[in-house]
């Protein structure tokens, strides 16, 4: 079987989304060597992501580099001069393709939440997600929830979609040479106890809220700690500084816009407690990313943090700002459940891995192949709601 897999926010520091296509494509060489992948990516950045695969597994660099023209375009020809027997692609698929369509989808945000995008953005998410989930062969939802919310919205998904959940690199782990830790820390400018949010700066993260029970903890106690911000800024986060600057931290506050491989390990093993106090997501990894460095998370009791996190992290309310303080209070000011946390997570960490989410894959390729499998002409016209 010649599967192909469409990666186009691989090398753009994309966060979730591009950690799920060079993981899993990674997970996916070194799982099955009887098959052939055909990687498909925009940048040059891209194929050095990609480095090490198996030799059944190639990179093509599709032209242009704009994604819109690439995904629209140069795919699709690309595909019919080529063939393959599955493309793989995440939330959204050539509008016009042969062969098989498996198809991830980890969220259903422009749907359930479209104020977290600016219009056009939110337009067009919509409509190439609803071309998608009616094309494709094989649906998977990163979580239950995610399914539950494809089915709600589509119902006619409701048999083409599975669950697979993500997984937890082997680089995430408890880091024992501290001294080692404290010396990249402190080259990152960070030398102080701190407390630590990874992702990007959106609306959806509610970092407003966030840094406002940072500020909430600090101001009532003795506590010594930084807020140290991990993620780069995107849309809609124009007043979080001037936020940080109204609440009077900005002495308290580090911010990293882009944190390399190598050092995301270190900011966790680092930090005395991760919080992630997220209004939406379709999985969460930096909750797991935590739980297997050994860090406390505290984090939301919304959509499937929950799922994800079991009974290894603190649940919050994200609204409530009182709520999150005195969640993150707790864990800095209570060693002993601290120590309940780290032990828990990294239990729970260990439950998810890679591999495991490249054997369901391709366990999915399959499904998409077989005559009897359920097709995307079971959708509506116009594929759905």
Known sequence: MHIGYFAPMTGRQAGGPETYDTRLAHALAAEDRSHIYTIYGVTAEAARCFDGLAASAS????????RVISFGVSLPLELW?????????????????????????????????????????????QMLLRQGLGRADVILASSMF??????????WADERTLVVPLGVDDRFTVLPDRARLRARLTSLGIDTPYVLYVGKLQARKNIRR?????????RGSA?????VLAGRKI??????????????????????DHVSDDDLPVLYNGADVVLYPSLFEGFGLPVLESMACGTPVVTSTTSALPEVAGDAALLVDPDRVSDIAKGLHAVLSDRTLADRLRSSGLQRAARFRWSQTARCTLAAYRRAVEPASPRAATAPAGGGQ
């Open 210 to 218: 966030l840094v406002s029970a940072f500020a909430e903890v600090i």
């Open 235 to 256: 849309w809609q986060t124009a007043d979080i500084f001037e936020h940080i600057a109204a609440l009077g931290i900005v002495s308290r506050l580090r911010w990293i």
């Open 146 to 155: 995610t399914r539950d919310c494809i089915v709600e919205r589509f119902p």
């Open 59 to 66: 990179f093509r660099l599709l032209r242009p580099t704009n």
């Open 81 to 125: 001069r080529r063939p393959v027997d599955v493309l793989h692609a995440t939330y959204v698929a050539p509008p016009w393709m042969p062969g098989r369509l498996v198809l991830t989808v980890h969220d259903l945000s422009p749907f359930s939440h479209p104020h977290f995008y600016p219009v056009a953005i939110r337009l067009r998410l």
């Open 223 to 227: 506590l010594p700690h930084t807020l």
